[in-house]
């Protein structure tokens, strides 16, 4: 019998079953992505959206430190929770995708994370906008709606469907939107069963782009920069205010450009600044409500109720916290901020931009007449990152050049010159002669030393070094060749050619000038002293009689032996030297 009982399906049956009330038990998942260049305020944005207080610690410690690529990524996700008012029960939940700049590389990754088969009936678009860079607002909302609708742009047919109805239900939010009396007050359910019959179409220049449906929100972020003139972040802001005057209008004007420009895509208008947190709560109300959007309606039928209604009503007033909320706004409301304002204009203007792909004047070359470009961004504004080469390639790229140079070795200056005749003062390395006491540096180290007459102390040092060297000089000089000493200008020449002397070729220092030399008188007198001398010792050998050429060939010889003698001899003490001069002169006196 069990051969005969088919076979039932109760595992399929079972799946099936799990499968829908999983689903209709699950918590439904919404998307964010949020576009925006680099340090426009992106992660603020997120971190109210996903009700962070702070970033976590591993980011607060990388900002401290200067590494932002910790946590700076291609494409960058998180996610969290959305509670009810109790804080008990998971309503949603929020996944929020960033990118860090409008590089196409970074732009290239996003369908690879949020694909739009998937993704488009349950995501919404943030732009983020720098009031501290006015002037980049237009050029920057045609980059990101440009790259919106290329994410939607595939012909697919199941695509085009999620489009069609993306479509209708943004123009049904549009077409029911109902101000709320006051921002305590309920929304109203708009229009009822007696007002769907009647409801009115959208107006000029509403809703004429968007493909896709998707909601749009445009969020100015650092609102609070635009009535502060001090310099910092918003140095260029700074510089704008003081080329023209009237910054008020001018503020004014691009709240209206971006209005009307908004409107063609049915996107929201948000002003929000870390200085008021109530225009973050806000901007995360509003997108909660635009992401858990009811699906339209079928005709004769009221909308659906929204799952988290916003409450808030449109703010114009409070410059800092502007609020235009989608399906509230109209070119007549914008002209009303500013007399003058041409709404055609400017959506003439933006459609010949999207045709012309921005390059032949359209709305950005409009844009720059209101807002001067500035060419300096921020980045632009810092000083420039200096360099350093590594300190060895530094030394080996001027190694030539200062191997080269002969005055870079201190240790030069104690080096003897290559000609002996040549001395300088600061190589002299010794004892010091009697000139070296003239020299500054030791005048004032011996006033310092001893506060004593400088002078005194010169002549008496001077003096006791000139009798040393003469002594010196005596004991080297040979006798003469009849046995008698040289005399003083014989001594004075000798000790000149020694070196013994200041002056001579071998001293150690050159003489300053004015300085004199053995017995007080001058080189020249010594030398004319020594030549008469010899003179005079020439004329008496000639006139006295001399002796045979026996003995005197004897007394040459003896003479030469004499000098011998005296050299190999050790050297006597300078009284012994004296007694001898003392006698040399006796004998020749008598």
């Known amino acids: 019998m069990e051969e005969d009982r088919p076979a039932s399906p109760e595992q399929h049956l079972w799946s099936s079953i799990l499968d829908s009330v999983s689903s209709s038990r699950a918590i439904p998942s919404k998307n964010v992505i949020i576009l925006g260049e680099p340090s426009s305020g992106k992660s603020?944005?997120?971190?109210?959206?996903?009700?962070?207080?702070s970033v976590d610690k591993q980011r607060e410690l990388a900002t401290k430190q200067g590494d932002r690529s910790a946590y700076d990524f291609a494409v960058g996700y998180e996610w969290a929770d959305v509670k009810d008012e109790a804080e008990e029960d998971t309503l949603a939940r929020l996944s929020v995708f960033t990118v860090p700049s409008s590089n196409p590389a970074h732009l290239a990754l996003l369908p690879h994370f949020v694909p739009p088969k998937t993704a488009l009936p349950h995501s919404a678009i943030v732009i983020v906008l720098d009031w501290t860079r006015p002037w980049t607002f237009v050029e920057q909302l045609y980059t990101w709606l440009a790259w919106v609708e290329k994410w939607t742009s595939e012909s697919d047919?199941?695509?085009?469907?999620l489009k069609e109805e993306g479509r209708e239900r943004l123009q049904s939010h549009l077409q029911h939107y109902a101000e709320p009396a006051s921002n305590a007050e309920p929304l109203p359910l708009p229009g009822g069963t007696s007002l769907s019959s009647t409801l009115l179409p959208l107006s000029q220049g509403v809703f004429t782009?968007?493909?896709?449906?998707?909601?749009?929100?445009?969020?100015?972020?650092?609102?609070?920069?635009?009535?502060?003139n001090q310099a910092g972040p918003g140095m260029g802001l700074s510089l704008l205010k003081a080329k023209g005057g009237e910054w008020e209008e001018r503020t004014d004007t691009i709240m209206q450009i971006l209005r009307t420009i908004c409107l063609k895509y049915g996107a929201s208008l948000f002003y929000t600044s870390m200085s008021q947190p109530v225009s973050l709560t806000q901007l995360r109300a509003y997108t909660l409500h635009v992401l858990f959007m009811p699906p339209a309606p079928p005709p004769d039928t009221p909308p659906l109720k929204y799952l988290f209604p916003f409450r808030q009503r449109p703010n114009l007033l409070d410059r800092d916290r502007i609020a235009v909320p989608s399906g509230w706004d109209s070119w007549g409301k914008v002209g009303v901020v500013r007399e003058g304002f041409d709404c055609s204009?400017?959506?003439?203007?933006w459609e010949n931009d999207l045709e012309n792909d921005g390059s032949n004047g359209g709305a950005k070359a409009l844009y720059r007449t209101v807002v001067e470009a500035e060419?300096?961004?921020k980045a632009s504004m810092l000083p420039a990152l200096i360099t350093t080469e590594p300190e060895q390639t530094f030394l080996a790229k001027h190694y030539e050049t200062l191997s080269k140079d002969p005055g870079r070795d201190p240790r030069a200056t104690f080096r003897q010159p290559a000609n002996p005749g040549e001395h300088s003062m600061a190589g002299v390395v010794g004892p010091m002669g009697s000139s070296s006491f003239n020299l500054p540096a030791v005048e004032k180290a011996l006033i310092q030393m001893e506060g004593e007459d400088v002078g005194s102390k010169l002549a008496r040092l001077g003096s006791?070094?000139?009798?040393?060297r003469d002594t010196r000089a005596t004991n080297l000089l040979p006798n003469q060749p009849n046995g008698i000493p040289a005399g003083a200008g014989a001594r004075?020449?000798?000790?000149?050619?020694l070196g013994l002397v200041p002056g001579g070729p071998n001293s150690p220092a050159t003489p300053l000038p004015g300085s004199t030399g053995f017995g007080g008188k001058s080189q020249q007198e010594i030398l004319k002293g020594f030549f008469d001398d010899l003179l005079k010792r020439s004329a008496g050998a000639s006139s006295a009689p001399g002796p045979s050429a026996a003995p005197a060939s004897n007394t040459a010889t003896a003479t030469t032996t004499s000098v011998a003698a005296s050299a190999s001899q050790p050297r006597q003490p300078a009284a012994t030297s004296a007694e001898s001069d003392a006698d040399g002169d006796e004998a020749e006196d008598s």
């Open 44 to 53: 603020t944005i997120a971190n109210a959206l996903l009700q962070k207080s």
């Open 157 to 161: 047919r199941e695509l085009q469907v």
């Open 209 to 228: 782009h968007n493909s896709s449906g998707v909601p749009i929100i445009v969020v100015c972020a650092k609102a609070d920069m635009i009535d502060q």
């Open 345 to 349: 204009r400017w959506s003439e203007a």
């Open 375 to 377: 060419d300096t961004d």
């Open 464 to 468: 006791t070094t000139t009798a040393r």
């Open 492 to 497: 004075q020449a000798l000790a000149t050619q």
